[in-house]
């Protein structure tokens, strides 16, 4: 496996959409038979895939791990509890969210690492001030060993569909990460699934936070698939006085499939309509290394 990046830096953090991520009890998945066996392969397949990032980044684990379509703490708890991670000092931060389709972002990170200090999850506000049943965002802040801070945003933006309607939310929810990560200590990391590519004309109203995606996407590499075209939509951008930051993509063979409609490969996602394919996710991960 190649190397991604073999340099000890202060803050090495992963985000990956993680396709909903549903308690085997409690979803059935629309009669797609999501059973124990098939969610415990699940949380499997998500811990040897960060195994494996970790390994081509020089080996130590993430220290922030940043999910979103995620069901709820449950199914943190048994990924942490039940796989090669609960041999690792991980924690949880959660919070249920008012999504319709019931799917949360959420934070792991090690307690041997940060310390968080303030945590929150932000819902997203309609003009009248009245909750947008979307994801909420959600915001902590951390100290490290050295008494150092760093604030950290994990979004999943609303998707484009539903018209004029979705594309308001979507601006709103780009404002509200602006205003969270520039209103989160002297710097901040924001990680998500944007859906939106980064020539995206809303993202502009991001600035000044910078978007670590964009040499990514000048070699024409993305996170997603869509009719047979790579789209970057998993992003992370920072704010505030960093020394390093560089973003990745871990587009691992271990978690792609023949793309046999468009050519070349695609995620292995776990369930297409009905059918059961056994794979993680329609997303690829990202990673962040950071210095400060």
Same mark, same amino acid.
């Not at 797609?32 to 081509?56: M, N, Q």
């Not at 949880?92 to 999850?121: N, Q, V, W």
């Not at 020394?243 to 996602?269: N, Q, V, W």
């Given at each position: 496996?190649?190397?991604?990046?073999?340099i #000890?830096?202060?803050?090495?953090a +992963?985000?990956?959409?993680l396709?909903?991520f549903?308690?085997?009890?409690?979803?059935?998945?629309?009669? $797609?038979h999501?059973?124990?066996?098939?969610?415990?392969?699940? #949380?499997h397949?998500?811990?040897k895939?960060?195994l494996?990032?970790?390994?081509g980044a020089?080996? !130590?684990?993430?220290d922030?791990?940043g999910?979103?379509?995620?069901g709820d703490?449950?199914?943190?708890?048994r990924?942490?509890?039940?796989?090669?991670?609960?041999?690792l000092d991980y !924690?949880?931060? &959660?919070f249920?969210?008012p999504?319709?389709?019931?799917?949360?972002c959420a934070?792991?990170?090690?307690?041997? $690492?940060?310390?968080?200090?303030?945590?929150e999850?932000?819902? =997203?506000?309609s003009?009248?001030?009245?909750?947008?049943? %979307?994801?909420?965002?959600l915001?902590c802040?951390?100290?490290?060993?050295?008494g150092?801070t760093?604030?950290?945003?994990v979004?999943h &933006?609303?998707? $484009?569909?539903g018209?004029?309607?979705a594309?308001?939310?979507r $601006?709103?929810?780009?404002?509200l990460?602006?205003e =969270?990560?520039?209103s %989160?200590?002297?710097?901040?990391?924001?990680?998500?699934?944007?859906?939106?590519?980064?020539d995206?004309?809303?993202?502009?109203?991001?600035a000044?936070?910078?978007?670590?995606?964009?040499?990514?996407?000048?070699e024409?590499r993305?996170s997603?698939?869509?009719?047979?075209a790579?789209?970057?939509?998993?992003?992370?951008?920072?704010?505030?006085a960093?020394?390093f930051?560089?973003?990745?993509?871990f587009?691992?063979?271990?978690?792609? %499939?023949?793309d046999?409609?468009f050519?070349?490969?695609k995620?292995?996602?776990t369930f297409?309509g009905?059918?059961?394919l056994?794979?993680i996710?329609d &997303?690829y991960?990202?990673? +962040?290394m950071?210095?400060?």
């Amino acid at each position: 496996m190649k190397k991604l990046l073999v340099i #000890c830096l202060g803050v090495f953090a +992963v985000f990956w959409n993680l396709e909903n991520f549903f308690d085997w009890r409690m979803a059935d998945e629309g009669g $797609k038979h999501w059973t124990y066996g098939r969610f415990h392969a699940k #949380c499997h397949g998500i811990a040897k895939a960060l195994l494996d990032l970790s390994a081509g980044a020089g080996g !130590d684990f993430p220290d922030l791990i940043g999910f979103c379509e995620v069901g709820d703490a449950y199914v943190l708890r048994r990924l942490l509890s039940q796989t090669v991670l609960r041999k690792l000092d991980y !924690d949880i931060i &959660h919070f249920d969210s008012p999504d319709t389709r019931g799917i949360d972002c959420a934070l792991l990170y090690r307690r041997g $690492k940060l310390r968080p200090l303030s945590c929150e999850a932000v819902p =997203l506000l309609s003009d009248n001030g009245d909750t947008i049943p %979307t994801r909420s965002q959600l915001r902590c802040l951390f100290e490290d060993a050295g008494g150092d801070t760093l604030g950290v945003v994990v979004v999943h &933006h609303p998707s $484009k569909v539903g018209g004029a309607a979705a594309e308001g939310r979507r $601006k709103a929810a780009i404002a509200l990460t602006r205003e =969270l990560c520039l209103s %989160t200590g002297p710097r901040c990391l924001c990680m998500g699934d944007f859906n939106e590519v980064a020539d995206s004309e809303n993202l502009s109203a991001l600035a000044p936070l910078q978007d670590l995606s964009l040499p990514l996407r000048d070699e024409g590499r993305g996170s997603i698939k869509y009719d047979g075209a790579w789209e970057l939509i998993d992003r992370a951008l920072v704010y505030g006085a960093f020394s390093f930051a560089r973003m990745g993509l871990f587009d691992d063979r271990s978690l792609s %499939t023949r793309d046999k409609g468009f050519g070349g490969t695609k995620p292995l996602r776990t369930f297409t309509g009905p059918a059961y394919l056994g794979g993680i996710s329609d &997303h690829y991960p990202i990673w +962040v290394m950071l210095d400060y």
